[in-house]
């Protein structure tokens, strides 16, 4: 099932079960995505997209793609590398991607499979890992690198968490739908040409693997995010560097969940 999180021609944010031969409208969910939830037999219009969920938490992972880690020059970690993003830096499909006032010229694009957390975890197994799961959405990490290389002096979180740095859609893919999650071809494109193209077996942790490791003595709770990496193709790897400009377009692709598309804009 695709679950989308809209707003309707009534100006009402609903959650709905979305099917894309009547692209229109959606059958409205009643309860919490996720947690309760059974869909009803109302019909709504929907005016516009939203982030299919508001995290909890959105953990993210840096050098998880093996080609990533080489084109970086950056060594294989031993352990999966865990940042957090802002809350705050959640935007929807459609929505712009602001390039801060606050003063990176480098924006990066990041193309990244999004778990969505369904179950508190706790200490799970790697077996035990994807009962946690609710679903799977398409997610860009966006990054202003300057911040987080330079001024920042390598911790992450502030070049990773302005405002619209977390686009998160078009919908969540329920995770009955997605029984191999690293097996998974995943793009990015900017402005119509392909700038990652990779398959998420290319994950130096696995989604279980990763789930697990997260889960030691660190309560994941429903509704949590997990940024699971970006393939090799980043701008900043590039010679010369290519980063995000005002009037871009930026979309992610991810085989059986759809495309996340954002235009670039400048603050202010």
Not at 100 to 106: E, F
Request: aromatic letters at 8%; a negative charge.
């Amino acid at each position: 099932m695709k679950i989308i999180r809209f707003v309707s021609d009534a100006d009402e944010i609903l959650c709905g079960a979305y099917d894309p031969a009547r692209p229109g409208s959606a059958a409205v969910i009643e309860g919490t995505i996720p947690g309760a939830w059974s869909v009803t037999a109302r019909e709504a219009r929907i005016k516009r997209l939203l982030a299919p969920l508001v995290p909890v938490n959105i953990l993210a992972l840096g050098i998880n793609y093996k080609k990533h880690g080489d084109e970086t020059a950056m060594s294989y970690p031993e352990e999966p590398v865990l940042f957090i993003k802002a809350t705050s830096s959640l935007t929807g499909p459609a929505a712009p991607i602001l390039l801060p006032a606050a003063g990176p010229d480098q924006v990066d694009y990041e193309a990244e499979l999004a778990v969505v957390i369904g179950k508190p975890a706790r200490n799970v197994t790697p077996e035990e890992a994807l009962e946690r799961v609710f679903g799977y959405t398409c997610a860009n990490d966006v990054s202003a690198r300057d911040w987080q290389f330079e001024r920042q002096k390598g911790q992450w979180a502030r070049g990773k968490s302005f405002d619209t740095f977390c686009p998160l859609g078009p919908w969540i893919v329920t995770r009955d739908e997605i029984s191999a999650p690293n097996t998974l071809a995943i793009r990015c494109l900017l402005n119509g040409q392909v700038v990652q193209d990779a398959i998420t077996a290319d994950m130096i942790f696995d989604i279980p693997s990763l789930i697990s490791h997260l889960s030691r003595s660190m309560t994941l709770l429903p509704g949590t995010v997990i940024l699971t990496g970006t393939p090799d193709g980043v701008g900043f790897s590039r010679r010369p560097p290519l980063f995000l400009k005002k009037g871009d377009i930026v979309s992610v692709e991810i085989e059986k969940i759809g495309t996340l598309t954002n235009r670039i804009e400048k603050e202010f």
